[in-house]
T-cell receptor, first 115, second 114 residues
Framework: NAGVTQTPKFRVLKTGQSMTLLCAQD?????MYWYRQDPGMGLRLIHY???????AKGEVPDGYNVSRLKKQNFLLGLESAAPSQTSVYFC??????????????FGPGTRLTVL | GQQLNQSPQSMFIQEGEDVSMNCTSS?????WLWYKQDPGEGPVLLIA?????ELTSNGRLTAQFGITRKDSFLNISASIPSDVGIYFC??????????????FGRGTQLTVWP
């Protein structure tokens, strides 16, 4: 199993450009999450999904959109990138069967710079 | 959102020393977890705690779920260079609720000198 994978690993955007980050998991997990990590801020939840076709807002959703068209994929979109969105983005997934609700499995991250 | 206060922010220690870090919250959590993040990687779960007062070990790591359910502690004994990384605490308000949502502390950056 590959676990949770993220593409791309790195990306540089100009202000106003758009892009989509892809997260894929092969563990058949129902729940998927997008976090951003900024220095000294820990991990903050952007959006999450409880299943195919459903999404919900997390702590810092503004400027981002998400879609979960397939159970194994969770896409994070930036419609008009801003320098404040420079961050490292992590995707995570979990399942009721993954020792309860609690153990989230993380991808390796996408480092995004917006100039 | 829920605020988890994690301290210290950073630690610089020599190989062989013991390390302690903690996390406190104004809310009661039903589950506490500790993650480690190596440079350039995603966080990996170290220890999960499910009961107030619980003390759990994983090799040289020991974590405790505070009796008030508002705090947790992580200790690392006899540190080695590969312990370097960022350690995060995370809490869940009610088990099985909010669809698995976790709240994270800001992390403790650990540096180990040989």
């Amino acid at each position: 199993n590959a676990g949770v994978t993220q593409t791309p690993k790195f990306r540089v955007l100009k202000t106003g450009q758009s892009m989509t980050l892809l997260c894929a998991q092969d563990m058949n997990h129902e729940y998927m999450y997008w976090y951003r990590q900024d220095p000294g801020m820990g991990l903050r939840l952007i959006h999450y999904s409880v299943g195919e076709g459903t999404t919900a807002k997390g702590e810092v959703p503004d400027g981002y959109n998400v879609s979960r068209l397939k159970k194994q994929n969770f896409l994070l979109g930036l419609e008009s990138a801003a320098p404040s969105q420079t961050s490292v983005y992590f995707c995570a997934s979990t399942s009721e069967l993954a020792r309860g609700w609690n153990e989230q499995f993380f991808g390796p991250g996408t480092r995004l710079t917006v100039l | 959102g829920q605020q988890l206060n994690q301290s210290p922010q950073s630690m610089f220690i020599q190989e062989g020393e013991d390390v302690s870090m903690n996390c406190t919250s104004s809310s009661i959590f039903n589950t506490w977890l500790w993650y480690k993040q190596d440079p350039g990687e995603g966080p990996v779960l170290l220890i999960a705690l499910y009961k107030a007062g619980e003390l759990t070990s994983n090799g040289r790591l020991t974590a405790q779920f505070g009796i008030t359910r508002k705090d947790s502690f992580l200790n690392i004994s006899a540190s080695i260079p590969s312990d370097v990384g960022i350690y995060f605490c995370a809490g869940q308000l009610r088990r099985g609720s909010t669809l698995g949502r976790l709240y994270f502390g800001r992390g403790t950056q650990l540096t180990v000198w040989p």
